[in-house]
């Protein structure tokens, strides 16, 4: 009889234990709400990351390419803060993007931003073959319009490289050096130093 009991003993069901916290996005994106997740304890929550299309964020639909990544940092309550760790263009589109007539000169720059690094990918797609010294002359260019982030925060150039005017300004002073059909912020991640 005391063996039937201790079989009967009630199973708690986790899900019952866990609350929904409501996931919104960085302060870039007017702290827009971007889901929710269930946990038992706001100290699950920190690190995770979510992502979400930029053209979900702007209502621009030919961002809808563009992937943002954002991690928990900060929970208050049930709602949880984030920020932005990482952007990338999705592969099948850039793939589009690249003829065989067309020039693709790729850049990755290591920029020292507040609190960490940001590892930054720029693609300059030239509107013909280039030459191994016209190449050379974007990098060029890329490199010192990059330089200008040095001690930002990785907020702002995701705002710029997204939002703002960087691509077209550096497509502008790449023509400069050779005609350039399209320049595309690729990648940015944030690193945080420890």
Do not use: C
């Not at 020039?103 to 191994?132: L, W």
């Amino acid at each position: 009889m005391v063996e039937n009991n201790k079989a009967r003993r009630k199973t708690v069901d986790k899900w019952k234990k866990k609350k929904w916290f409501v996931i919104k996005a960085s302060k870039l994106f007017d702290s827009k709400v971007l889901g929710e997740t269930p946990a038992e304890r706001a100290t699950q929550l920190t690190n995770r990351t979510i992502k979400v299309t930029l053209d979900k964020l702007t209502g621009q639909r030919q961002k809808r390419d563009i992937i943002v990544h954002f991690k928990a940092n900060d929970v208050q309550g049930q709602s949880i803060n984030t920020i932005i760790s990482k952007f990338e263009v999705a592969k099948s589109s850039l793939g589009r993007i690249v003829r065989r007539r067309n020039s693709k000169v790729m850049f990755v720059e290591k920029v020292p931003v507040v609190g960490g690094d940001a590892r930054i990918s720029i693609i300059v797609i030239t509107a013909r073959k280039a030459t191994a010294s016209q190449r050379t002359g974007i990098r060029e260019i890329t490199k010192d319009r990059l330089s200008k982030f040095n001690g930002k925060e990785f907020e702002f150039i995701v705002k710029e490289l997204l939002l703002g005017n960087f691509t077209n300004n550096l497509q502008k002073d790449s023509s400069k050096v050779y005609m350039t059909k399209k320049v595309i912020a690729s990648k940015a991640t944030f690193t945080e130093t420890k």
